[in-house]
């Protein structure tokens, strides 16, 4: 049993801890957050008119689509912020459709007017996340597909977002230039969203961080796992698809497309 802590009303002596630690988390996160978007933001901004219609690393999709997904993914996010603060459901999207169609809709604005959209929609989500009070970041929310989850952990799911979709933007940006704590961060969280599918082949994932090594286990159908050994942009590249295992030691198998 949980010792009580004098003077608390009752409370464990471990609850404030954990929530200075989610704070700390939380401020983190944030600065994690800001520093991406800026990387992003300089990114955008080198681009011009005629590279913004150029061909982004998902199929389908030009540098527009990209910088419009971030722009309204980040709306999305100061959505569930709403929901957190208020405790009224607010979805991140409408839906599928309407997501879809602002993408669509947004991709063929000028490049200047590209980069004040995403500026600004990077903007409104910083300021949302920092006026949120402390005790809603434990609220559930759900995300996009309608899974729950605390509110603190669309943290994460932006920092994904943003790095992910910088490298698809093909412009300067790379696996390797992810700072390695957001790296390590990223890589976990890739590796437990894959952890729960029933297409992924059983794998052990071992990452170099340099001070440190990390080694991830995705539970498959098969019944021996593949090892599967690198640094962490490499690593990172293959698991979401967007990079060949050549840079990786072991037997990579081949993995299911990135959801």
């Known amino acids: 049993m949980a010792d009580i802590a004098l003077g608390t009303g009752g409370r464990s002596a471990a609850q404030p801890a954990a929530a200075a630690q989610l704070a700390h988390q939380v401020t983190t996160q944030l600065t994690a957050i800001d520093e991406a978007s800026n990387r992003l933001l300089d990114t955008v901004a080198g681009l011009d008119e ?6 982004s690393l998902l199929p389908g999709w030009s540098r527009a689509h990209v910088i419009t997904h971030l722009a309204r993914n980040a709306d999305g996010f100061v959505n569930l912020l709403i929901w957190a603060r208020t405790g009224i459901e607010h979805a991140m999207y409408a839906s599928g459709d309407d997501r879809d169609q602002a993408i669509a809709e947004g991709a063929v604005r000028s490049h200047r007017l590209l980069l004040e959209d995403l500026a600004a ?15 809603a970041w434990t609220a559930e929310i759900a995300d996009a597909v309608g899974d729950p989850m605390p509110a603190h952990h669309m943290l994460r799911l932006r920092l994904l977002e943003i790095w992910v979709h910088l490298v698809d933007l093909d412009h300067d940006v790379d696996f390797d230039d992810i700072p390695r704590p957001a790296a390590e961060q990223l890589l976990e969280d890739v590796v437990q969203q894959y952890g729960g599918r029933p297409d ?31 640094e962490p942009g490499p ?24 959801l």
């Open 235 to 258: 690593m990172l590249g293959w698991l979401l698809g967007r990079t060949g295992s050549e840079l990786l030691d072991g037997d990579p198998p081949n993995l299911p497309d990135w």
């Open 50 to 55: 005629l590279a913004v219609r150029q061909p």
């Open 200 to 230: 992924v082949p059983a794998l052990s994932v071992e990452v170099d961080f340099g001070d440190h090594r990390r080694t991830w286990d995705l539970r498959g159908t098969t019944a021996a796992p593949s090892r599967v050994r690198g």
């Open 121 to 135: 929609s990077c903007d409104r989500f910083a300021h949302a996340a920092r006026a949120l009070p402390e005790a």
